[in-house]
């Protein structure tokens, strides 16, 4: 083990992240997440054009084509530090919790609306936790 030498300070967190440092996923060389959301743009865009039942589905199908592979960059994004999404990963648990309390219990909307807003600010606080581990100590990086 070699001892640090005297003028070499720990290199801090830069606030502003480089594009080169980007998590690469496990696929890397095949652009999937890029080839998904061409697919939800072009699902949205037939769906645009075709009558309004069927076009309703498709248009929903691409749209939530286009959030599951956005979803999936945020969160390499923010589990490995490059850059923050607290504020909307956070979502995700309010609104499986939202949608729980609506349908599985006869709640009123207040009641709805404050566990939703519950939920987002544990896991508002708890991603952004895990966001600083992982990046050294910074609550957020651009």
């Not at 589905?57 to 084509?65: D, E, R």
């Amino acid at each position: 083990m070699t001892a640090p030498t005297a003028g070499a300070a720990p290199s801090r967190p830069r606030r502003r992240a480089r594009t080169g440092e980007a998590p690469k996923p496990p696929w890397a060389p095949f652009p999937l997440v890029e080839v998904l959301i061409l697919t939800g743009i072009v699902f949205v865009g037939i769906g645009l054009f075709m009558g309004a039942g069927a076009g309703r589905t498709v248009i929903g199908f691409g749209l939530a084509v286009i959030c599951v592979a956005s979803l999936e960059v945020a969160i390499r994004e923010h589990i490995t530090g490059f850059r923050s999404h607290s504020m909307l990963l956070a979502l995700l648990p309010t609104a499986i919790s939202v949608a729980t309390a609506w349908f599985a219990a006869d709640l009123s909307a207040l009641v709805r609306l404050g566990i939703g807003l519950a939920v987002y600010i544990l896991s508002f606080l708890a991603l952004r936790e895990v966001f600083r581990r992982r990046s050294g100590g910074l609550s957020f990086r651009a």
